[in-house]
């Protein structure tokens, strides 16, 4: 069974740098093929892709954000970590990771839970 | 970047309904495209890969068609349990998701 758990802080204040971990079983990140990528929802509105991390540690990042936006992955505890600079109330949303398979052509096929991250002083 | 653009924002229809959704890439990405659904509180779950395709363990009613910039996701015939916010994701360069389109009871 594949799954993947997001983690980190509920809360936090503007101008802090956030890090959430996604920690995910049944796969493993050195496979061919295989990707694990971040997604976020502000309430009420629509998904937004964040970064994305490969099989070969090759990196990916939105224009938008790409300046405030760290991924890295820890192969031997199965778990990415994503890093985001910055926040700012904006920055308030549900936070998704998901795993990537060129075999699904590059579709997101399975995804964790979210966690919720409030910017609030 | 790639831009998406779903059509209709939402949709109101009747169980048993016949539901059509598009999506448009602002440049071609053959069949690059997915699409997802999310119900209220709940990640969202992938239906069609490679604009076609259908993930494993999804019904037959969905499906999905189109290639280049014009896609569509059509559900043959609309069940309680398909009424929930559809997304379209372009996966050909840095991902990008449409605006969503949510289909409530009529």
């Known amino acids: 069974q594949i799954t993947l758990k997001e983690s980190g802080p509920t809360l936090v204040k503007p101008t802090q740098t956030l890090t959430l971990t996604c920690t995910f079983s049944?796969?493993?990140?050195?496979?061919?093929?295989?990707?694990v990528g971040w997604i976020r929802q502000p309430p009420g509105e629509a998904l937004e892709w964040l970064a994305l991390?490969?099989?070969?540690?090759?990196?990916r990042y939105s224009p938008s954000l790409k300046s405030r936006l760290t991924i890295t992955r820890d192969t031997s505890k199965n778990q990415v970590v994503l890093t985001m600079t910055n926040m700012d109330p904006v920055d308030t949303a549900t936070y998704y990771c998901?795993?990537?398979?060129?075999?699904?052509?590059?579709?997101?096929?399975?995804w964790g839970q979210g966690t919720m991250v409030t910017v609030s002083s | 970047d790639i831009q998406m653009t779903q059509s209709p924002s939402s949709v109101s229809a009747s169980v048993g309904d016949r539901v059509t959704i598009t999506c448009r890439a602002s440049?071609?990405?053959?069949?690059?495209l997915a699409w997802y659904q999310q119900k209220p509180g709940k990640a969202p779950k992938l239906l069609i890969y490679?604009?076609?395709s259908l993930q494993s363990g999804v019904p037959s009613r969905f499906s999905g068609s189109g290639s280049g910039t014009d896609f569509t996701l059509t559900i043959s015939s609309l069940q309680p349990e398909d009424f929930a916010t559809y997304y379209c994701?372009?996966?050909?360069?840095?991902?990008?998701f449409g605006g969503g389109t949510k289909v409530e009871i009529k």
């Open positions: 998901a795993r990537r398979y060129t075999n699904n052509w590059d579709a997101f096929d399975i």
């Open positions: 490679g604009a076609s």
């Open positions: 049944g796969f493993s990140l050195s496979s061919s093929g295989v990707g």
């Open positions: 991390i490969y099989w070969d540690d090759a990196k």
């Open positions: 994701q372009q996966a050909n360069s840095s991902p990008s």
């Open positions: 440049q071609g990405i053959s069949n690059w």
